[in-house]
Nanobody, 129 residues
Framework: EVQLVESGGGSVQAGGSLRLSCATS????????IGWFRQAPGKEREGVSC????????YYADFVKGRFTISFDYAKTTVYLQMNALKPEDTAVYYC??????????????????????WGQGTQVTVSS
């Protein structure tokens, strides 16, 4: 059974940090890219970051560059999202998801949630001003 389980969400003040985890199982970690998405109330889902486990290549949305860092622990098949300098506008439910799109196109498609096959249940991040 494929599973992606997020954890690490919570409430912090602006400027604070959180580290989200996405524990994966049931599929070949090597064959997928893992992405982080977020959705705030009344807003569209948006891609935050993505990483390829077989080469470590990572991608970031402009609005998190320099503040968020994606990484993975291969032995634990877990992907992390370190979020620093959090802003109130980062408040959202954060989801991790797995996509099997080819390496040659992932750079152009990683923000498209429709390209992802497996999804976690989400974890709430709330940043207060």
């Amino acid at each position: 059974e494929v599973q992606l389980v997020e954890s690490g969400g919570g409430s912090v003040q602006a400027g604070g940090s959180l580290r989200l985890s996405c524990a994966t199982s049931g599929f070949s970690f090597d064959d997928y890219h893992i992405g982080w998405f977020r959705q705030a109330p009344g807003k569209e889902r948006e891609g935050v970051s993505c990483i390829g486990e077989h080469n470590g290549e990572s991608y970031y949305a402009d609005f998190v560059k320099g503040r968020f860092t994606i990484s993975f622990d291969y032995a634990k098949t877990t992907v992390y999202l370190q979020m620093n300098a959090l802003k109130p506008e980062d408040t959202a439910v954060y989801y991790c998801a797995a996509t099997g799109v080819a390496e040659t196109v992932v750079a152009d498609t990683w923000t498209d949630g429709d390209e992802y096959t497996y999804w976690g249940q989400g974890t709430q991040v709330t940043v207060s001003s």
